[in-house]
C-alpha cells in the first residue's frame, strides 16, 4: 500500500453541482433510444444527437446511424432530429419522401422558435444573440423568412449591425450562452434601440444558467478546472469560459485520457464540472483518474437538485 502511495500529492477536489445531463439532453438520448427498440436498427439521426462524442459511439454501437442531411436517409427507415433544433425545410422534406420522423429537439429550443415566428408575424425584426454555425441558430433562422433575423455575436457587433426600423425591434438568444457575455451584448442593444423588445422570459435554458453558476461557486476555492465536453458543445466552452474570467485555469477535456497532467501540475485544489451533454459516467473516470495521481479528497457542491423532465414523444410511449 505505501509504495502505491509513494510519489502522490494530496489534492483536493471539488465538484461542481448541478453539472451534466439536463432534461433536453436526456429527452433527446432516450429518443434514440426508444426509436431502435420500437422500430429495430437502424434509425437515423441528422446530426450528433447531442454534442458528445461518448454518447454518440454508444448509441451508433445500438444501431443508430448519424447522417448530416435527410437525404442521405434511406426510404422506409425513421429519422430522428438532433436536440438542437432543426430549420422548417428539413421536417418538409422527411414528409415529401414519406419517412417516419421524430424531433428530438429541446423543448426549450422549441419554445425560442416558437417566439421568433410570433416575433416575425407581428411585424418585428429580430436580433438573434448566438454563435454563427452552431445547429441551434442554423434552425432558429431556419424558421423564419430570409432576411428577418440578424445575427450578433459579441458586444462589438452591437454597433455595426444595420436593420430595417430601429423602433420595430425585438431580440432573441441562443439556450447555451454565456450569462454574462448575454447580459452585455442586450445592454449595449438596448443602449442604441431603447425600443427594442425582450423575450417573454429568459432564453437562455436553466441548465446552462445553473451550471454556470455552479462553477462560479467554486472557482474562488480552487486552482485549476477541468470541464468534462466536447469542443463542439457551446454550453460545456462556456464552462470553461467562466472559470477563466473568474481567473482559473481551465481546460475543456472529452475523456480522463485527455487531461494535460504537465498542465494541472500538482495543486492543491482542483475543480470539475460537466456540460449539459455529459453523462456522469466521463465525470467517474476523471474522479478515478485523478485518484492515480493524487492522494485525493473530494466534496460535491451543496444544491438544490433541477428535477426538471420533459415529455417523450407520444408515439413512442403509447
Known amino acids: 500500500m505505501a509504495a502505491m502511495l509513494e510519489g502522490r500529492s494530496p489534492a483536493h477536489l471539488i465538484i461542481a453541482a448541478p453539472r451534466g445531463f439536463c432534461a433536453g439532453v436526456e429527452r433527446a438520448i432516450r429518443i434514440v433510444e426508444l426509436a431502435l427498440e420500437r422500430y429495430g436498427a437502424p434509425v437515423y439521426v ?79 425584426h429580430i436580433v438573434f444573440i448566438g454563435h454563427a454555425g452552431h445547429p441551434e441558430v442554423i434552425g432558429t433562422f431556419g424558421q423564419v423568412p430570409s432576411g428577418a433575423m440578424t445575427l450578433v455575436e459579441t458586444e462589438e457587433d452591437v454597433a455595426g449591425i444595420e436593420v430595417p426600423d430601429p423602433e420595430n425591434l425585438a431580440f432573441l438568444t441562443q439556450t447555451t450562452l454565456s450569462v454574462d457575455d448575454t447580459a452585455a451584448i442586450v445592454a449595449a442593444l438596448r443602449q442604441r434601440f431603447p425600443a ?19 462553477v462560479k461557486a467554486i472557482v474562488p476555492r480552487v486552482e485549476k478546472m477541468l470541464v468534462i465536453g466536447a469542443p463542439n458543445s457551446s454550453n460545456s466552452l462556456r464552462l470553461a469560459e467562466v472559470a477563466e474570467r473568474e481567473g482559473v485555469p481551465a481546460r ?51 444544491h438544490v437538485p433541477e428535477g426538471l423532465t420533459f415529455k417523450l414523444p407520444r408515439e413512442l410511449v403509447a
Not at 450528433?48 to 436517409?73: C, P, T
Not at 434511406?74 to 419517412?99: I, Q
Open 46 to 124: 441528422r446530426h450528433e444527437i447531442v454534442h458528445n462524442k461518448f454518447v454518440v459511439d454508444r448509441l451508433k454501437a445500438m444501431g443508430a446511424v448519424f447522417v448530416k442531411e435527410v437525404s442521405e436517409v434511406p426510404d422506409g427507415v425513421p429519422v430522428v432530429f438532433s436536440a438542437h433544433g432543426v430549420p422548417k425545410r428539413v421536417p418538409a422534406e422527411a414528409r415529401d419522401r414519406g419517412l417516419d420522423y421524430l424531433d428530438a429537439t429541446c423543448p426549450l429550443v422549441s419554445k425560442v422558435h416558437r417566439q421568433a415566428q410570433r416575433l416575425i408575424e407581428s411585424g418585428r
Open 196 to 214: 427594442i423588445k425582450a423575450p417573454r422570459g429568459e432564453d437562455i435554458c436553466y441548465a446552462t444558467s445553473n451550471r454556470q453558476a455552479a
Open 252 to 302: 475543456l477535456i472529452q475523456r480522463a485520457v485527455e487531461i494535460d497532467w504537465d498542465w494541472l501540475g500538482r495543486p492543491r485544489t482542483i475543480g470539475l464540472t460537466a456540460g449539459a451533454s455529459a453523462p456522469e459516467v466521463l465525470v467517474e473516470e476523471v474522479i478515478e483518474a485523478l485518484s492515480e495521481r493524487f492522494l485525493l479528497t473530494m466534496e460535491e457542491q451543496e
